[in-house]
């Protein structure tokens, strides 16, 4: 059984840095894909990053593209988000998840096992 846990996620001012992590363990971490997604209240979830296997390939939405940043350390089996310049529209509740192969797309549907979410707030 694949277990990911997010954590970082906390109160913020506009402008503030915050960095998400998320520990996995139940799967061979190295050989899969690994995505962050958010959903803000009364929306759908959406993409925001993604990395593949070895980290070789990174995509990003294009709201976030040049303040976020997502990394992995494979040793460790985490994903990072490092997220700058936050706005009040990033607040959401952050999940990150395993992709079902070495990619990272963009789609929820190519994404398996799903962490519980760390809740983002980024006040004006």
């Known amino acids: 059984q694949v277990q990911l846990v997010e954590s970082g996620g906390k109160l913020v001012q506009h402008g503030d840095s915050l960095r998400l992590s998320c520990a996995a363990s139940?799967?061979?971490?190295?050989?899969?894909?690994m995505g962050w997604f958010r959903q803000a209240p009364g929306k759908e979830r959406e993409f925001v990053a993604g990395i593949t296997w070895n980290g070789g390939s990174i995509n990003y939405a294009d709201s976030v593209k040049g303040r976020f940043t997502i990394s992995r350390d494979n040793g460790k089996n985490t994903v990072y988000l490092q997220m700058n310049s936050l706005k009040p529209e990033d607040t959401a509740v952050y999940y990150c998840a395993v992709s079902r192969g070495w990619d990272a797309p963009a789609t929820i549907g190519d994404y398996d096992y799903w962490g519980q979410g760390t809740q983002v707030t980024v006040s004006s």
């Open positions: 139940g799967r061979t971490f190295a050989r899969f894909g």
